[in-house]
């Protein structure tokens, strides 16, 4: 598939993360851009694919257009723009006193993501996922690396869709519904692995980190999560029997941001207690 040359003259940067930028289109606010950094070619694209896959699955999400090259050498995706978006952190950042709403109404579309049963031919399965990203990190022993591939491997198989990235700045609303964002990640296995992001985003990060990327206070985010797990397991079970199920699940998400950060994660490493 071949990328269509676009100008950056035509858009607005709007803002930015690790993996590149987002823009407006000047004249046509129905479309958006997200622009990778330098030298990402194959990602983009294995992206969009991965989004038109899951829009044909129904789940609500913005449809992709085109994937695009910049004059700089840059790749990305157009996408019809939800208008007048919020996320569901920003909206609980700026409307503490609505958390419990926000987190309710997260919870829901996540309890519907989480029922849709997906063809395991066309996705990846989470757990094989998890699998390479052990075998690839240079940061844990051989001992330790059992041990994790062991936890995993106990985990059972179900063929559950999955975000991938399911945290609170991945979803967004306005008047005409709720959209999950960003899910070139997307896959298939135990919900678990995608709720333990949250438990991550909430509890196992820095007031500062919360505050600058979920523009949030830490007292926000942990109200957050306690909403959300309560409406996500139900009110019969305790929040301490769920963290310490989720907990280890949250853990793993170090073998992601140990290979993106290059670098041990000791914070993030914590909740792993459990199985090493």
């Not at 598939?1 to 823009?23: C, V």
């Not at 395991?120 to 022993?141: D, I």
């Not at 280890?248 to 950060?261: H, N, V, Y």
Request: glycine letters at 6%; one cysteine or more; aromatic letters at 12%.
């Amino acid at each position: 598939m071949g990328a269509q040359k676009i100008s950056l003259n035509d858009y607005i940067l709007t803002g930015g993360g690790f993996n590149g930028e987002s823009y407006d289109h000047k004249t046509d606010p129905s479309i958006m851009l997200k622009l990778y950094h330098p030298g990402k070619i194959q990602q983009p694209l294995d992206e969009m694919r991965m989004a038109q896959k899951v829009y044909d699955l129904g789940i609500p999400s913005p449809q992709p257009g085109d994937y695009v090259v910049t004059e700089d050498g840059r790749y990305g995706i157009r996408f019809h723009r939800i208008l007048n978006k919020t996320s569901f952190s920003r909206a609980a950042g700026d409307h503490p006193e609505n958390v419990k709403q926000y987190a309710e109404e997260f919870s829901e579309m996540c309890l519907q993501l989480h029922s849709i049963h997906v063809d395991t031919q066309q996705f990846e399965n989470v757990k094989e996922r998890y699998y390479r990203l052990l075998a690839e990190n240079p940061f844990f022993s051989v001992e330790e690396k059992e041990k994790i591939a062991s936890f995993i491997s106990s985990v059972p198989d179900t063929d559950t869709a999955i975000h991938g990235d399911l945290q609170f700045s991945n979803a967004v609303f306005n008047e005409e519904g709720h959209y999950f964002i960003d899910l070139g990640d997307f896959c298939y296995g135990h919900p678990y692995f995608d709720v333990a992001m949250m438990y991550l985003c909430c509890i196992l990060n820095s007031e500062d980190y919360i505050q600058e990327y979920f523009h949030m206070s830490k007292a926000t985010a942990i109200s957050f999560w306690e909403h959300f797990a309560h409406a996500y397991f139900g009110d019969q079970r305790s929040l301490k029997d769920i963290e310490e199920e989720i907990r280890p699940f949250a853990g793993l998400k170090t073998l992601i941001i140990e290979r993106d950060s290059r670098c041990p994660m000791p914070l993030i490493r914590e909740a792993l207690k459990g199985i090493l």
